[in-house]
């Protein structure tokens, strides 16, 4: 659960390859699941799913309007980037900038780039897991569903269809009294929302969020948030065996941990869901790449046998 709320995971996201098995229909007269029950099913499931969602690659594309204070466009940008696994470490490559794609010289520092951000997350990481803090493969600090239940409250159940599947619906509200263990903590005491949790499943389909008051942690370097700075996130089911973030927008100013934000507008789309298998073709897809997510170029054909006397 630690994954629904933390920030850094928007990096979690119009859905497509919806690929969905059969679920059964809603009985509004089935009792709620216990809430608390059901977070921490969600939990347990997101772990489960860690390493099928490193096996998957997908298209990310992100457009985003900075603005100034007063709500003035300054710059609008657009990216292409394929998202990938490298090392243990999610990470995205960039493909193109406002649709023209890299030059030679452009892919090749992108290359570093992300070598770099594989290091550097790997050593995040490290340090941190060394003190018993929960990361994601990024190395961002998550929270886990019990320490989440401390620190807000979730309300209100109510069953509805979401794209014809049972969903369960909460509310979440952060508790500003509630004692803090950590900086980053202090995040979540603000935040207010509703999540959606497929009931079949238990696993996350959908959030929406804002942020109550202007605050920043350690001088914003840990956090630096805008007032009703506000985001959403939707996931989506995939080939009958994980779910995938499809569409991610924010609106405002949000930045944790200096490693995701945003200032103005975003929305990212996922699309294009591709499986690596053992010999590195991608499921679906006529790419082939290697095991640092590279292009590879495929072997050619064997020359055509000569016909017969």
Known sequence: MGRILTLAALVAATALCRAQTPA???????????????VLDVERNETAAEKIRASYTYHVHDERQNMTSSGKVKDTSVTDSDSLTIQGVRVDRITARDGKPLTPAEAAKESERIDKEVAKAKERRAKLQEKGEVTDSRGDQILTASRILELGQFTNPRRVQLNGRPTIVVDYAGDPNAKTRNRFESVFRDLVGTVWIDEQDRTLA??????????????????????????????????????????????????????????????????????????????G???????????????PPPPAAPPPL
């Open 24 to 38: 059964p229909p809603a009985d509004d007269n089935k009792p709620l699941p216990d809430i608390h029950a059901l």
């Open 285 to 299: 897809s006529n790419g082939v790449v290697s095991s640092d997510g590279q292009p590879e170029t495929p072997p």
């Open 206 to 283: 959908q959030v929406q969020g804002h942020f109550l008051n202007n605050f920043k942690v350690g001088g914003g370097l840990v956090a630096d948030i805008r007032k009703d700075s506000g985001f959403s996130g939707t996931w989506s089911r995939v080939n009958g065996e994980v779910w995938l973030p499809v569409e991610f927008t924010g609106q405002g100013a949000i930045r944790v941990l200096l490693l995701a934000g945003f200032a103005g507008r975003i929305h990212l789309q996922m699309t294009d869901y591709r499986k690596f298998r053992a010999s590195s073709t991608i499921v």
